[in-house]
């Protein structure tokens, strides 16, 4: 559990430290780091106040099966039956959040009832496009944006597999 820890540790680092050297962020910086454990059919609630940028919110399950859930607002806490996104896979959940979506945001994470507890890592990381201009306009397709979505898709496939490989 450690080692899975810490090679997600290594490998989120070096995907950040990919996107800025690639040009497709200009900077990013860590909001949030949580671990914690929720019970089975329980929720560990958060509120993500205003902030700048896009985001990127890495649900890393270390034991158990946690999942995640994103509502615009904080009237109401986001849930598995109330939510404007969600992530719930058996492992590793990652949600990302354009500079567009209104905040503040509502982050829980639901510890799924087959299991009793569930352990956890919920980090938060916002980051600054360099085109992100491209944002404004949705009508307009931008080439190096849709390059830049491209490495990331690869990016992120090749930390599942490793993280599938490893764990």
């Known amino acids: 559990m450690r080692r899975a820890s810490l090679l997600c540790k290594l490998v989120c680092g070096l995907m950040m430290s990919l996107i800025?050297?690639?040009?497709?962020?200009?900077?990013?910086?860590?909001?949030m780091t949580k671990y914690e454990t929720v019970a089975a059919a329980n929720y560990k609630h958060y509120t993500l106040g205003k902030f700048n940028g896009n985001l990127k919110i890495i649900l890393n399950t270390i034991d158990g099966d946690a999942d995640l859930y994103i509502k615009e607002g904080q009237e109401e806490k986001a849930n598995f039956e109330n939510y404007d996104i969600s992530s719930a896979t058996c492992g590793?959940?990652?949600?990302?959040?354009?500079?567009s979506l209104s905040k503040p945001l509502s982050i829980s994470v639901y510890g799924h009832?087959?299991?009793d507890n569930s352990t956890f890592e919920l980090k938060v990381i916002t980051?600054?496009?360099?085109?992100?201009d491209s944002f404004v306009?949705?009508?307009?397709?931008d080439d190096d944006e849709t390059r830049g979505s491209l490495l990331m898709m690869i990016l992120e496939f090749i930390f599942e597999?490793?993280?599938?490989v490893l764990v």
């Open 127 to 132: 980051y600054r496009l360099d085109n992100d």
């Open 137 to 141: 306009h949705d009508d307009v397709v």
């Open 113 to 115: 009832p087959t299991y």
């Open 20 to 31: 800025t050297r690639a040009g497709l962020a200009a900077e990013a910086t860590k909001v």
């Open 161 to 164: 597999i490793l993280l599938d």
């Open 92 to 99: 590793y959940d990652y949600i990302d959040i354009p500079a």
